[in-house]
């Protein structure tokens, strides 16, 4: 039987790029190291951007993810979006609608999707996300 050819893009933010890792491989690498390739071989492609938004990244992901892709191959990609929308001012809806212009481009290119995130805000940035929203509904 011939084994499965997968290839594996993520694009995504800081902790897809494993910054601030001490063995600098991020969580995409961390299940990479550990995913058995004996009933497929997997090639997998870290694409990560920090500080990275959702208009930047939906708009290069596609032009640098096609180059890892191949015809025939099982092409799948992980999309990891950070939550710095939050500190470029982008609303919900854009950063929704940038999302959804990613899954489907790839839907058209037959590439299957798996989005992983935003992470947790802390407590901190969620206080301050508050404290915007308070005095923005006070205007």
Do not use: C, H, K
Request: charged share 20%.
């Amino acid at each position: 039987m011939e084994q499965r050819n997968i290839r594996l893009v993520a694009v995504g933010d800081d902790l897809l790029a494993g910054v601030g890792d001490p063995r600098t491989l991020g969580w995409f690498g961390r299940v990479m190291a550990r995913t058995p390739q004996t009933s497929a071989s997997i090639s997998a492609y870290n694409l990560a951007a920090p500080n990275e938004g959702s208009e930047q990244l939906s708009t290069r992901w596609f032009d640098e993810a096609r180059r890892r892709f191949l015809p025939g191959a099982d092409n799948r990609l992980v999309i990891a979006p950070s939550t710095f929308d939050i500190d470029l001012g982008l609303t919900s809806a854009r950063s929704r609608l940038n999302l959804a212009n990613m899954v489907d481009m790839a839907s058209q290119n037959s590439i299957r999707v798996l989005v992983v995130g935003p992470p947790r805000l802390s407590t901190r940035s969620v206080t301050v996300v508050s404290l915007i929203f308070r005095r923005l509904m006070q205007m």
